[in-house]
């Protein structure tokens, strides 16, 4: 259970004192409201569909459905609407649930404090899906087509984009690194967010420069740079926590 106490200050907080670097209550932004999200997602998906229906008569059945490590196709579906129109409706279904948790997140005052980032980040996401969409569209007429140098590709840009908001967000349970210790204290917040976030920026770019390899490397570097990322932060955080609250 966390707590919206500013820690780590000599003095005692008095009753009804709003801790040091917080805003008073009625100085945060209202909630976020549906008219406050994105737009551009809902165009994105209705072009995904769009194209889909516009190919769907010279696709070739069956299409890669699956691609291994390798960078191969190694499963096929025959064509139909769930085997061609999947990553629409997972693009539609990833951006109605981007929208709806801000509004389960206890700080989504905080949030709406950084609700640009969070925009683009959700224009990005489903910007994602559609990269993927296109490419299978494309392996689907001709096998040979990379589709996971185009995934390296873009994941790593999203990362890189995901990193350069995450060092300036406020605190929240939606966005950034979230933990007890990060959400229990706005400095271990704020410093953990801003590591995580050079983090992000350097696995991002990392991801990117390794499509050059061989489709396999190039997972292995993902993953390993995201395991060693994902031990840095949480460790950052940990310790700072500790050192700012040596009794817990």
């Given amino acids: 259970m966390t707590s919206d106490r500013q820690f780590g200050s000599d003095a005692q907080d ?4 709003v801790p040091v670097g917080a805003a008073p209550p009625d100085e945060l932004p209202a909630p976020p409201k549906l008219r406050d999200f994105t737009k551009l997602p809902l165009l994105i998906v209705a ?3 769009v194209a889909g229906a516009v190919l769907y008569p010279s696709l070739p059945s069956p ?3 699956h691609w ?8 096929f579906s025959a064509k139909s609407f769930g085997s061609v129109f999947l990553l629409p409706l997972i693009a539609a279904g990833v951006y109605a649930l ?7 997140d206890p700080k989504r005052r905080n949030l709406k404090m950084s609700f640009r980032a969070y925009n683009i980040v959700i224009d990005a996401v489903v910007g994602l899906e559609a990269v993927v969409f296109a490419a299978t569209l494309l392996a ?3 096998n040979r087509f990379d589709v996971a140098k185009v995934i390296l590709v873009a994941v790593g840009l999203l990362f890189a984009l995901i990193g350069n908001f995450m060092t300036t967000v406020k ?5 950034g690194v979230r933990v007890s210790w990060t959400l229990s204290d706005e400095v271990v917040w704020s410093k953990t967010n801003r590591l995580g976030g050079y983090l992000f920026v350097a696995v991002g770019l990392l991801t990117v420069a390794s499509s050059v390899l061989p489709s396999t490397y190039g997972l292995f570097v ?5 395991a060693v990322m994902l031990v840095v932060t949480y460790a950052y955080a940990y310790l700072l926590y500790r050192s700012r609250h040596p009794e817990a």
């Fill in 14 to 17: 008095s009753p009804g004192q």
């Fill in 47 to 49: 072009a995904m569909f």
């Fill in 63 to 65: 299409i890669p459905t």
């Fill in 68 to 75: 291994g490590i390798s960078g191969a196709p190694d499963a």
């Fill in 98 to 104: 981007l929208v709806v948790v801000p509004f389960l």
């Fill in 140 to 142: 689907a007429y001709d």
């Fill in 171 to 175: 605190q929240n349970w939606t966005f």
């Fill in 222 to 226: 993902l993953l390993g740079s995201l």
